[in-house]
């Protein structure tokens, strides 16, 4: 009885691990955006934590990097586009 209980609590725990997985996007002083599975805890230097708090998938977070990413690297050349 003894090993079926922990037999079971191996088996539940690993299982649950990947559900309990997060993602977070980054953006780093030179603009690049990065998708971490360790989150960021805002004591790093130059590191910004960006998006939503936490993604519960890679996929999800790298569909997002895209739409940010792009969006901050538009609206940085239309800046620099008004300072000429």
Known sequence: ????????AV???TLA???LAAWWIVRSS??????VDVEPKGAEK???K???DAYQTVEEAEADVKRL???????S?????DNQ
């Open 17 to 19: 691990s990947p559900a």
């Open 50 to 52: 960006i998006g939503k």
């Open 11 to 13: 088996i539940g725990s």
């Open 46 to 48: 130059g590191v910004t």
């Open 1 to 8: 009885m003894r090993s079926l209980f922990i037999a079971v």
């Open 69 to 75: 990413c792009e969006e901050a690297e538009s609206k």
């Open 77 to 81: 050349k239309n800046d620099s586009k």
């Open 30 to 35: 030179d603009e690049k955006c990065l998708v």
